[in-house]
T-cell receptor, first 110, second 115 residues
Framework: LAKTTQPISMDSYEGQEVNITCSHN???????ITWYQQFPSQGPRFIIQ???TKVTNEVASLFIPADRKSSTLSLPRVSLSDTAVYYC???????????FGKGTRLHILP | DTEVTQTPKHLVMGMTNKKSLKCEQH?????MYWYKQKAKKPPELMFV???????INESVPSRFSPECPNSSLLNLHLHALQPEDSALYLC??????????????FGSGTRLTVV
């Protein structure tokens, strides 16, 4: 499982776009990049997954450069309810477990 | 039903007590997981069950004893815990092992306090 590095915490304001970058220099050819969100006193929730270039869903976008050594989770027009911890995971689809790194604690201010 | 249900939501137990945490899912998932999460730390994997059989034990002390009676139910039996075992215990399920990190569903957890 490739090691990931994320900022420990970030602050932003309501209505702003927030970008959280994750470094994964040792990513392997078969690895996918997955992001989870965790609200206080709740379990993590899947947000988005990608392999290369750009993926977008109703919640977020994931940008992955050609070398795949990093990725950026983009949250458009955040609200107070987006305050949470965001985890970047890197691993093969056939992995039989997921291991969480330290995550990024995002705090949205009014 | 697309949820993982954990009971109880809160539990306070003494160090000599025996208690059990329960996790249930009706999504037909055949892999189930226990994670432990301390305050302001990421979830740590404890056990993985694959098709009702224990496939991964992450060197968890024997005072934690998992059980998977059927494909929908996962228990965690607790005995002689220590105060440092106080944490949020999360259960998760996925369709099957090795189906990708995008397919995990987590419960809301049991907040355990050992006194």
């Amino acid at each position: 499982l490739a090691k990931t590095t994320q900022p420990i915490s970030m602050d932003s304001y309501e209505g702003q776009e927030v970008n959280i970058t994750c470094s994964h220099n040792n990513i392997a050819t078969n690895d996918y990049i997955t992001w989870y969100q965790q609200f206080p006193s709740q379990g993590p929730r899947f947000i988005i997954q990608g392999y290369k270039t750009k993926v977008t869903n109703e919640v977020a976008s994931l940008f992955i450069p050609a070398d795949r050594k990093s990725s950026t989770l983009s949250l458009p027009r955040v609200s107070l309810s987006d305050t949470a911890v965001y985890y970047c995971l890197v691993g093969e689809r056939r992995d039989d477990k997921i291991i969480f790194g330290k995550g990024t604690r995002l705090h949205i201010l009014p | 039903d697309t949820e993982v249900t954990q009971t109880p939501k809160h539990l306070v137990m003494g160090m000599t007590n025996k208690k059990s945490l329960k996790c249930e899912q009706h999504m037909g998932h055949r892999a189930m997981y226990w994670y432990k999460q301390k305050a302001k730390k990421p979830p740590e994997l404890m056990f993985v069950y694959s098709y009702e059989k224990l496939s991964i034990n992450e060197s968890v002390p024997s005072r934690f004893s998992p059980e998977c009676p059927n494909s929908s139910l996962l228990n965690l039996h607790l005995h002689a815990l220590q105060p440092e075992d106080s944490a949020l215990y999360l259960c998760a399920s996925s369709q099957a092992p090795g189906q990708g990190a995008d397919g995990y569903t987590f419960g809301s957890g049991t907040r355990l306090t050992v006194v």
